[in-house]
T-cell receptor, first 110, second 112 residues
Framework: ELKVEQNPLFLSMQEGKNYTIYCNYS?????LYWYRQDPGKSLESLFV?????AVKQEGRLMASLDTKARLSTLHITAAVHDLSATYFC??????????FGTGTSLTVIP | DAGVIQSPRHEVTEMGQEVTLRCKPI?????LFWYRQTMMRGLELLIY????????DSGMPEDRFSAKMPNASFSTLKIQPSEPRDSAVYFC??????????FGDGTRLSIL
């Protein structure tokens, strides 16, 4: 079974600071997804990374994929309070079956 | 687009009762997924369908759980009999091919 690990599990950061969330997975996969979940809410798709070296950016978030290292990163630039949420990475196993990471709970402190 | 629609949003029932969760996927999507989310176990894939056919149900906890997709616009997840440990948020998601999954708002299930 494909395993997906995220770290850190919990992240508390000050507004204006930068930080990176890491997502490691155990077997080869060509597709990696990042999702955001606000407390008590559903999951919202942020990024899809489809190839080695892919980089996607939206506002203060930038995601990248290194398929050789089986690693994806989600970089947060100049954090703001609105970014407080839980972030999940998900890797596509066989037949469009997603394996989700444990999630990283991000709290941005004013 | 109305998105993935789940019902009910909340369900509170006593153990031993039958629980049926419903999902309407986004029109045109060919994959449908059922997930369960708890603090202890995180987000777990229970079962998924492709073109209304169950592809992998290895995540279904036990025989008390069953899922059906009688047509492209409707799916159910049934628990019978329900137990307190089934309490969780159940999400339905749908997607087209390898595009990102779209999640419904979830059903918050409490078994007393």
């Amino acid at each position: 079974e494909l395993k997906v690990e995220q770290n850190p599990l919990f992240l508390s950061m000050q507004e204006g600071k930068n930080y990176t969330i890491y997502c490691n997975y155990s077997t080869t996969s060509d597709r990696l997804y990042w999702y955001r979940q606000d407390p008590g809410k559903s999951l919202e798709s942020l990024f899809v990374l489809l190839s080695n070296g892919a980089v996607k950016q939206e506002g203060r978030l930038m995601a990248s994929l290194d398929t050789k290292a089986r690693l994806s990163t989600l970089h947060i630039t100049a954090a703001v309070h609105d970014l407080s949420a839980t972030y999940f990475c998900a890797v596509d196993g066989t037949g469009n079956q997603f394996y989700f990471g444990t999630g990283t709970s991000l709290t941005v402190i004013p | 687009d109305a998105g993935v629609i789940q019902s009910p949003r909340h369900e509170v029932t006593e153990m031993g009762q039958e629980v049926t969760l419903r999902c309407k996927p986004i029109s045109g999507h060919d994959y449908l997924f059922w997930y369960r989310q708890t603090m202890m176990r995180g987000l777990e894939l229970l079962i998924y369908f492709n073109n209304n056919v169950p592809i992998d149900d290895s995540g279904m906890p036990e025989d008390r759980f069953s899922a059906k997709m009688p047509n492209a616009s409707f799916s159910t997840l049934k628990i019978q009999p329900s137990e307190p440990r089934d309490s969780a948020v159940y999400f339905c998601a749908s997607s087209f091919s390898v595009e990102p999954q779209h999640f419904g708002d979830g059903t918050r299930l409490s078994i007393l």
